[in-house]
């Protein structure tokens, strides 16, 4: 299997640490700018999205949950929903829909630079604040090192590490020590500290 991956993609990183989780860690990665249109990304996938996995047979698999759906439904143990999954599914929920706003926000940039303070601008900044102190109040629980991180976890801890990665100096930012405690524990694992949101490199 390959997996085209950016190391700016909070989607990316979901897909590469479900994969990691699941013990598939050896998957060959290859790192594209997904805004080049390399030929071989489009050939896997015509929206020239990352994550894109290409499997064995050559079928591609797009987007971050239906690779975590297609790795659950492969490979079912161990599981990426928990001993809760409903919680973790409702979690991850709240957090993909502030990764998509968060996104939004750094795409919206390239063609409006005062984007941020526009009525849409604010209102994706609105859904990042509100979602990440609804995770704040209720996070999800990391087991110890030898339990699977769960979707909840996975989707929590990155849109975190993503808000820090693109939103340094922002002061609308909230505070939050539980989710800053739950991501200093999960990048004791492989999957999340090989995997933290860097710029890509310069081609």
């Given at each position: 299997?390959?997996?085209?991956f950016?190391?700016?993609?909070?989607?990316?990183?979901?897909?590469?640490?479900?994969?990691?989780?699941?013990?598939?860690?050896t998957?060959?990665?290859?790192?594209?700018?997904p805004?080049?249109?390399?030929?071989?990304?489009?050939?896997?996938?015509?929206?020239?999205?990352v994550?894109?996995?290409?499997?064995?047979?050559?079928?591609?698999?797009?987007?971050?949950?239906?690779?975590?759906?297609?790795?659950e439904?492969?490979?079912?143990q161990?599981?990426?929903?928990?001993?809760?999954?409903?919680?973790?599914?409702?979690?991850?929920?709240?957090?993909?829909?502030?990764?998509?706003?968060?996104a939004?926000i750094?795409?919206?940039?390239?063609?409006d630079?005062?984007?941020d303070?526009s009525?849409?601008?604010?209102?994706?900044r609105?859904?990042?604040?509100a979602?990440?102190?609804?995770?704040?109040a209720?996070?999800?629980?990391?087991?110890?090192?030898?339990?699977?991180?769960?979707?909840?976890?996975?989707?929590?801890?990155?849109?975190?590490?993503?808000?820090?990665?693109?939103?340094?100096?922002?002061t609308?930012?909230?505070?939050?020590?539980?989710?800053?405690?739950?991501?200093s524990?999960?990048?004791?694992?492989p999957?999340?500290?090989?995997?933290?949101?860097?710029?890509?490199?310069?081609?």
């Amino acid at each position: 299997m390959r997996l085209f991956f950016s190391t700016t993609s909070p989607y990316a990183r979901v897909a590469r640490i479900a994969l990691a989780e699941k013990g598939l860690d050896t998957v060959e990665g290859t790192l594209t700018d997904p805004w080049h249109d390399a030929p071989a990304l489009l050939a896997a996938n015509p929206s020239a999205r990352v994550p894109a996995l290409l499997l064995d047979s050559g079928l591609p698999i797009t987007e971050s949950l239906l690779i975590v759906l297609w790795l659950e439904t492969q490979r079912p143990q161990p599981s990426l929903l928990g001993a809760q999954p409903d919680h973790a599914i409702s979690r991850a929920g709240v957090a993909m829909g502030a990764i998509d706003a968060a996104a939004a926000i750094i795409i919206s940039r390239r063609i409006d630079p005062g984007f941020d303070e526009s009525p849409l601008g604010l209102r994706r900044r609105r859904s990042v604040v509100a979602a990440l102190e609804r995770l704040e109040a209720d996070p999800p629980a990391l087991g110890d090192r030898d339990a699977t991180a769960d979707l909840g976890v996975i989707a929590a801890v990155t849109l975190l590490d993503y808000i820090r990665f693109r939103f340094a100096a922002a002061t609308w930012v909230p505070a939050t020590p539980r989710l800053d405690a739950l991501a200093s524990r999960a990048r004791e694992r492989p999957s999340f500290a090989s995997t933290l949101p860097r710029d890509m490199p310069k081609t």
